[in-house]
């Protein structure tokens, strides 16, 4: 995987020391702040004035950046809550809150433009993300004034594969090294359930193909004595399932001073600086950032292993992704191994164990993380909800 090498590096490598000294320095409370800065002259113009002007009397650090960068800022609205509304209501009016334009390349920034409009999760995420979209998507597609933007999200996918080979994490620089759970074939799905005057699966057949070929690299290199590489898994019995990985061993540029400290407790327990860096990518790529589930000591958060685990839900929604291609060819692809003793028993511990006056909660181990008790995440219930519905469950 190469990234288009018209667009600028992420941001640690695009500044070197001037990056490293603004994270660990904490010019910012938010580390996410910077990576999103746009400077106001070129980056090396930039690099060049930081290192004469550091070794200056009185130099500092929170002036210099402040004087050449454009700052991102929280969008203002005059959208107020109105309690009189249906839930369904307000959700709607939010739409246009979140909702961004094109965007314009600019030089310097680690904004991937996109040429469409897209809907970003809002607050501190000032992009678009990928499998969060799927379900902003699942709510647009009901309104038929907003299917124009359903279409346009899923042609900024469409684009990024063309550009890039796969969807990234988002559309940032920093984000060019992974992805997330590959929803873009449910995406083709929900649009072509909702609009038949077109061949939709037909039209993005290319994209289909190419980000399946993207999570199977290097899979015909598989072999017993190297059965893992790059997503891919080779089992015993010869079958290749997948898993999350992300080929960089650094931290993520837009969380750097947090995953010091992790690394650092990580290295006294002697796991390499390296292997520790390529698994907190690997959570990342998987959206549960950060979840027990991927921990060897669910206490610890410096003894994550994920790039260790074959997901059941990732290899479940490239089967998805199989299943639309092969359809898509007009190939059968239907084939059911499941059984109503399996789909019950499943249904049943969901019901006894997950299941909470709230809802379902995302794992049953109490460690504080995001991704564990007691919260429960929308993307999980209504994955959950359409299953268990599912005549054939």
Known sequence: MTPNTS??????????????????????????????????????????????????????????????????????????????????DHINKLWDFLCRPADTPTEGSSRIPLPFPYIVPGGRFREIFYWDSYFTMVGLILVPER?????????????????????PNGNRTYYLSRSQPPFFAEMIQLLANADHTENIKQRYLPQLLKE??????????????????????????????????????????????????????????????????????????????????????????????????????LNCLLYSLESLIASTYSQKGDWKSTTPEQAAHVHEHLRKSFLQSGGLVTTLERTGEQWDWPNGWAPLQWIAYQEINDPNF
Not at 66 to 76: A, E, N, V
Not at 285 to 303: A, M, Q, Y
Request: hydrophobic share 35%.
């Open 212 to 313: 399946y070929k993207w999570w199977m690299a290097n899979s015909d290199q598989l072999t017993d004595e190297q059965p893992v590489k790059s997503h891919v898994v080779r089992l015993p019995d010869g079958a290749i399932l997948n898993r999350y990985w992300d080929p960089l061993t650094t931290p993520r540029p837009e969380s750097y001073p947090e995953e010091e400290g992790h690394r650092q407790k990580a290295q006294h327990n002697g796991i390499s600086t390296e292997k520790f860096y390529q698994h907190n990518r690997a959570i990342c790529e998987s959206g549960w950032d950060f979840s027990s589930r991927w921990l060897i000591d669910t206490k610890r958060v410096e003894t994550n292993h994920a790039t260790d685990i074959i997901p059941v839900d």
């Open 147 to 167: 299917m124009y933007i359903v279409r346009g999200m899923i042609d900024n996918f469409a684009y990024m594969i063309d550009q890039f080979g796969f969807i």
């Open 7 to 88: 667009l600028p590096p992420p941001p640690d490598l695009l500044y070197g020391q001037l990056y490293f000294d603004i994270q660990l320095t904490h010019v910012f409370s938010d580390t996410k702040t910077f990576v999103e800065s746009v400077p106001d002259v070129s980056p090396s113009e930039i690099v060049a004035l930081y290192e004469h002007e550091k070794i200056l009397p009185n130099f500092n650090l929170v002036t210099f950046v402040k004087k050449h960068f454009h700052l991102p800022s929280f969008p203002t609205s005059t959208y107020t809550s109105d309690p009189t509304i249906t839930p369904k």
